[in-house]
């Protein structure tokens, strides 16, 4: 009996001492998970429950799906150089929102994001997986430099569905349903072969200059499709289907190059090289 207690002992000391270590899965890359989040220790500094921090370079994967309360943020990056696979799965909290119109259930929560970067962090890559139902934005990198976001979808947020800084990349994404703008960048940014619909507000928000635009899909988004507040901007290949005839663009730029859109309205017949204006 005796010896029994000293085993179970041992084994209780055991498991404390390998929870307390990131989960590394055989290539070296650092797994999180719901069980994890919870238990914290992911990286050092990361608490028990959310957010999971990343305080770390290096590579991350999921290997089930993050579920979230309307008030919870699900990942904070405050690292360099990261790369967060969602492999497949979801990061998703209770949300759901009026597709094309500024109406969700519940209320918005500052900071409730799917996943955010710390306004320092720079070089982030997130691929391969779903943002859903959080109670601000989904992805938001707006201060880091060099986002890359790929291959995600990101819908039902209250708040913008992917927002980035400088020098990123938005490719393959579908952003639908979301509160605010389905997507908004800085400057010398590409955003290229996504599909953009039924956002409460503009499809695509451009704040800076030099962003390459092309091979979207615009569809029935609330208010505009491309709004465009810089001065060199690259519009071409796009598809743009408004929710109001002619609402294809905004813009107060005085050097944009528009060129080889499909640019559909009520009229009889769609428009080619259009300007919405």
């Not at 001492?17 to 989960?23: E, G, V, W």
């Not at 290949?237 to 080889?260: A, Q």
Request: overall charge negative; proline content about 4%.
């Amino acid at each position: 009996m005796r010896f029994l207690s000293r085993l179970a002992g041992v084994s209780l000391c055991a498991t404390i001492l390998f929870a307390s270590f990131p989960a590394f899965a055989v290539d070296g890359v650092i797994e999180i998970n719901h069980a994890l989040a919870k238990l914290g220790g992911v990286t050092p500094g990361d608490a028990p429950g959310y957010p999971v921090t990343i305080s770390e370079p290096g590579s991350y994967r999921l290997s089930n799906n993050l579920v979230l309360t309307q008030t919870e943020q699900g990942i904070d990056i405050d690292a360099d150089n990261v790369t967060l696979d969602l492999n497949g799965f979801s990061i998703s909290g209770p949300v759901t929102c009026t597709p094309g119109a500024p109406a969700c259930s519940g209320s918005g929560v500052n900071g409730a994001n799917g996943i955010r970067t710390d306004i320092s962090a720079k070089f982030l890559t997130v691929k391969n997986g779903t943002v859903t139902g959080t109670g601000a934005g989904g992805i938001s990198c707006v201060s880091g430099s060099g986002c890359v976001i790929e291959n995600v979808v990101v819908s039902h947020t209250y708040g913008g569905g992917i927002t980035i800084g400088s020098s990123g990349r938005v490719s393959n994404c579908n952003v639908h349903s979301n509160w605010g703008n389905g997507i908004s960048v800085s400057s010398s940014a590409i955003i290229n072969n996504n599909t953009i619909h039924l956002n409460g507000f503009r499809g695509l928000k451009i704040s800076g200059d030099g962003v390459l635009v092309t091979a979207n899909v615009f569809s029935k988004n609330a208010t505009t499709g491309i709004d465009m507040g810089s001065r060199i901007t690259a519009v071409g290949g796009n598809t743009l289907d408004p929710k109001d005839e002619g609402d294809w663009f905004d813009f107060s730029s005085k050097m944009v190059e528009i060129s080889t859109n499909f640019c559909i309205d009520s009229g009889p017949a769609p428009h080619t090289n259009c300007t919405g204006l």
